[in-house]
C-alpha cells in the first residue's frame, strides 16, 4: 500500500510538472489548435487517452521485456502514460470564446 501511494504522489507531480513545462513552451494559439484538431469533443478526449494510454504501456512493456527489466513496468508504464495526460491537458483551452470580448468591455469602463 505504500509504494502505491508513493508511485501515486510521483505520477501526480509528473502529470503537474509536464502540464506547467507543455503551457510554457507551447504558445496558447498553438495548444488551441491542437486541442481543435484532436479532442474537440469529451468523447474523443476519452478515446485518445485510452488509446494511448494503451500504446504506451505496451511499448513500455515490450522494450522492458526485451532489456530483462520487466519487473519495472509498473514504475515506467504509469510516468510515461502521466508525461501524456500532461500534455494533453496542457492542450486544453483555458479562456472561453467570448473571454476576450469581456476584457476589452472591462477596460472601456475602466
Known amino acids: 500500500m505504500r509504494n502505491f501511494l508513493i508511485a501515486s504522489v510521483v505520477n501526480l507531480v509528473i502529470i503537474l510538472l509536464a502540464f506547467f513545462i507543455f503551457k510554457s513552451i507551447i504558445s496558447g494559439p498553438t495548444r488551441h489548435r491542437i486541442y481543435e484538431k484532436l479532442m474537440d469533443s469529451f468523447a474523443l478526449f476519452v478515446i485518445y487517452i485510452f488509446i494511448g494510454s ?57
Open 54 to 110: 494503451v500504446v504506451i504501456t505496451s511499448l513500455t512493456a515490450l522494450v522492458l521485456y526485451k532489456t530483462r527489466y520487466i519487473a519495472y513496468v509498473n514504475i515506467a508504464a504509469p510516468a510515461l502514460v502521466s508525461l501524456m495526460v500532461g500534455f494533453v491537458a496542457s492542450t486544453i483551452p483555458t479562456r472561453g470564446v467570448g473571454d476576450k470580448e469581456k476584457i476589452e468591455d472591462t477596460k472601456e469602463k475602466i
